[in-house]
Nanobody, 122 residues
């Protein structure tokens, strides 16, 4: 299974970015795709997850009303729409694949994308 994350960049506070995670090689296994992020000198944390059944899990309070996860099944791509970005959202964002349901712990995921950098300036 391979994941290709893209869409990061530099944006001013209040702006928006849409991250993409293209998934390939997974066959028909039931799986979930999550977005994690890691800010400088901080631990990697779960942001949101989209399960194979279409359910959405939010792992952090700061995503409420600002971050939205979606999936285009035909394109095998999961998106993370991030609106009203704040400087504290600056981090490397990773997408991850897990066989089965969503999970908050990074160690539970089987495959990872390479990460895409998001920088939000004040």
């Amino acid at each position: 299974v391979q994941l290709q994350a893209s869409g990061g960049g530099w944006v001013q506070a209040g702006g928006s970015l849409r991250l993409s995670c293209a998934v390939s090689g997974h066959g028909s296994d039931y799986h979930s795709i999550a977005w994690f992020r890691q800010a400088p000198e901080k631990m990697r944390e779960g942001v949101m997850c989209r399960s194979g059944s279409g359910g959405t899990t939010k792992y952090q309070g700061y995503v409420e009303g600002r971050f939205f996860i979606s999936r285009d099944t035909a394109k095998n791509t999961v998106y993370l729409q991030m609106d009203n970005l704040r400087p504290e959202d600056t981090a490397v964002y990773y997408c991850a694949y897990r066989r089965g349901s969503c999970h908050a712990v990074a160690g539970e995921y089987d495959y990872w994308g390479q990460g895409t950098v998001v920088t939000v300036s004040s």
